[in-house]
């Protein structure tokens, strides 16, 4: 069968292969003499159909496809079952990091409050054996401050360099692939270099948690819950692992559909968890009320580097973003006025489709955008293929909507104004601008030799 969204005769995702899948899971399973039966047994193993991502075989290897599908339930519970063993060396502290984006979904799920979501979840993680259960926002906080930096920088070198602008968002692991596996030097040159929440998340659990606890980073699991299968991906970038240590900053990605799964097989709903505190990487000190960013479906990069330019750039407070919808709901615009002079016009592209139309306009030359927050996912985040799924495989319309209800009344917190963040900037990476903060922070996308050429794909 060929894929939609590929020129290859044949996608390795739309193969439903269970002899390969359970051989390459089978394989992380039997180290260490694990190949045992438990509870757990028969949780299914990781499949990713091209219609959960964008990554097909196209822009896939084998390889890559193997540690994909070892990212499942069983990688969870391997650790979880060597941390019950005699072999104190084989022991892992065990952090699991929960996305901003997945705790509407279990909100929703489960008839509760986000931040009843979000302590039950920490409480059901805790009760199988976790040790700590932390909330991204601090590292989307990092990489939108990150990000707002950036985008001012580009704009005042825009005349000296060709591929100042447009900035493209590095949050979306979906479209980065697509964009170093397809689109090359067209594009990459314009992403901005920030790492995204999860990858930063991954640098403060190895990195600042780590030293905090006198612990080697070799020595922490760190599982990221996430509303989509990009996000695994992502944690296999060979940029985002430490030699020293044989160490990924994340080393296994769930998506908020999977951790249900788990909750079906040991028959518990959420609403009957006991409650316990998020904590944070700071000590003892743990979570208050859960917060977001500004933007409807997104951590709302797009609304950050949009007000924080028009300030910095032409001293103008922007209180709210007026969106004008172009050719559907998933491509807007918002542009800033000044004497009669349009200074700055975002926009926001989800989905493919729209992703193309705009790559389309890069290619001719009439690309009018100084900034583009790109989601592969229709709707944004909180669409993610790993949750709010009928089991078709559908949307399921009804609790994306009230997902969006519930994002939506989620008090918002500047980056600018989280306290921890300033003072980690200053006590962890040795300034604002330092060579340290470049180091943890940012990183450098690049096009990735390719044999098939796919910009002329009709999405």
Same mark, same amino acid.
């Given at each position: ?34 190949? %045992? ?6 949780? @299914? ?18 390889? %890559? ?14 650790? =979880?079952?060597?941390?019950? #063993? ?18 509407? !979904? ?8 986000? +931040?009843?979501?979000? #302590?039950?979840?920490?409480?059901? =993680? ?13 590292? @989307?906080?990092?990489?939108?401050? %990150? ?30 692939? !697509? ?5 090359? +030097? ?23 948690? @780590?030293?905090?606890? *006198? ?25 985002? &692992?430490?030699?020293? &240590? *044989? ?39 743990? %979570? ?12 709302? &990069? ?20 007026? !969106? ?25 592209? &989800? ?16 690309? =009018? ?13 909180? +669409? ?9 495989? #559908?949307?399921?319309?009804?609790? =994306? ?43 450098? !996308? ?7 050429? +796919? ?5």
């Amino acid at each position: 069968m060929k894929c939609e969204n590929c020129t290859k005769k044949e996608c390795s995702k739309k193969q439903k292969n269970d002899d390969t899948q359970s051989t390459s899971v089978d394989a992380v399973s039997s180290n260490d003499g694990l190949e %045992e039966k438990n509870e757990f047994h028969t949780l @299914a193993n990781a499949k990713i159909l091209l219609s959960d991502c964008l990554a097909c075989d196209n822009c896939m290897t084998s390889e %890559e496809g193997a540690r994909v599908f070892q990212q499942n339930q069983k990688e969870l519970f391997r650790v =979880l079952n060597l941390n019950k #063993k005699c072999d104190t060396s084989k022991h892992k502290v065990l952090a699991v990091s929960i996305c901003p984006q997945s705790l509407p !979904y279990f909100a929703a799920k489960f008839n509760l409050s986000v +931040n009843d979501a979000a #302590k039950r979840l920490c409480g059901f =993680l805790k009760s199988l054996g976790v040790h700590y259960v932390f909330d991204t926002t601090i590292a @989307a906080d990092f990489s939108i401050l %990150e990000s707002q930096r950036e985008f001012v920088q580009r704009y005042q070198r825009r005349t000296q360099e060709d591929h100042a602008l447009p900035m493209f968002a590095s949050a979306c692991p979906g479209w980065i692939r !697509y964009a170093e596996r397809v689109l090359a +030097n067209l594009v990459t040159p314009h992403i901005c270099t920030a790492k995204s929440p999860q990858q930063i998340m991954g640098s403060l659990v190895k990195g600042y948690f @780590a030293r905090q606890q *006198n612990l080697s980073p070799d020595k922490i699991f760190h599982v990221i819950v996430a509303p989509c299968y990009d996000k695994k991906l992502e944690a296999l970038r060979e940029d985002f &692992y430490t030699a020293l &240590y *044989n160490s990924q900053e994340v080393d296994c990605v769930l998506t908020s559909g999977e951790i249900v799964q788990i909750m079906e097989q040991k028959n518990v709903s959420l609403k009957d968890v006991t409650e316990v505190a998020v904590d944070t990487l700071f000590d003892e000190t743990k %979570e208050g009320e859960v917060v977001r960013h500004d933007g409807k479906r997104s951590d709302g &990069y797009l609304e950050h580097i949009f007000k924080h330019a028009a300030k910095e750039l032409f001293g103008m407070d922007v209180k709210e973003i007026t !969106y004008k919808a172009l050719k559907n709901k998933d491509f807007q615009e918002v542009t800033l006025e000044k004497d009669g002079e349009t200074v700055l016009r975002f926009a926001a592209a &989800y989905g493919f489709r729209n992703i193309q139309n705009l790559v389309l306009k890069l290619k001719k030359g009439k690309f =009018l955008y100084h900034f583009v927050e790109v989601l592969a996912c229709p709707g944004g985040c909180l +669409n993610g293929k790993g949750q709010a799924q009928t089991e078709d495989g #559908k949307p399921d319309k009804a609790l =994306l909507s009230q997902m969006e209800e519930v994002y939506a009344a989620i008090p918002v917190r500047l980056p600018e104004t989280n306290v921890r963040v300033q003072r980690m900037y200053q006590d962890w990476l040795e300034g604002v601008d330092s060579k340290k903060v470049q180091d943890t922070l940012h990183t450098k !996308y690049s096009a990735v030799n390719q044999t098939v050429s +796919n910009l002329d794909i009709k999405w």
